[in-house]
C-alpha cells in the first residue's frame, strides 16, 4: 500500500493522501560569537534534513528566506534559486547528499 491507496476495513473507508510537511531550522543569530558549533552547524542540518527526507521519501529541501550572506553557502551544497518564488532555495537531497559526501571526503572541486 502506498501513500494513494484506499483500503477497505469493515465497511469503512480510510483514504491516504500525500503528507505535507516541514522541518523550520533557524539562521545562527549570534554568529559574531565563536564556539564549538562555528562553522558546523550548516553540514548538521544537512544531514540531518537530508535523513528525515529520505526517511519520509521526500525529493527536495527548500529553505525559506535565507538571509543573502548565507546563500553562497547553500549554494556550494546545491541550492539555488527557486524560479517562481525568490524568497526560496532548493535542492534535490540526493544532490545535497553527495555535496556532503564530497565535502566530508575532503574532495576539491576545482581540481
Known amino acids: 500500500m502506498d501513500q494513494y491507496s484506499t483500503v477497505a476495513n469493515e465497511k469503512k473507508w480510510i483514504s491516504f493522501k500525500p ?3 516541514s522541518t ?10 565563536e564556539t564549538a558549533l562555528t562553522g558546523n552547524v550548516l553540514i548538521i542540518a544537512l544531514i540531518y ?5 529520505n526517511i519520509i521519501e521526500f525529493e ?7 538571509i ?4 553562497p553557502r ?11 518564488d525568490h524568497d526560496k532555495m532548493s535542492a534535490e537531497v540526493r544532490d545535497i547528499l553527495e555535496m556532503i559526501r564530497i565535502k566530508v ?7
Do not use: H
Open 24 to 33: 523550520c531550522m533557524l539562521e545562527n543569530f549570534i554568529s559574531d560569537k
Open 68 to 71: 543573502p550572506d548565507a546563500q
Open 105 to 111: 571526503n575532503g574532495v576539491d572541486l576545482d581540481e
Open 60 to 66: 527536495e529541501i527548500f529553505i525559506q528566506d535565507p
Open 74 to 84: 547553500y549554494r556550494s551544497y546545491g541550492f539555488a534559486q527557486v524560479w517562481n
Open 19 to 21: 503528507l505535507l510537511t
Open 49 to 53: 534534513s537530508t535523513t528525515f527526507c
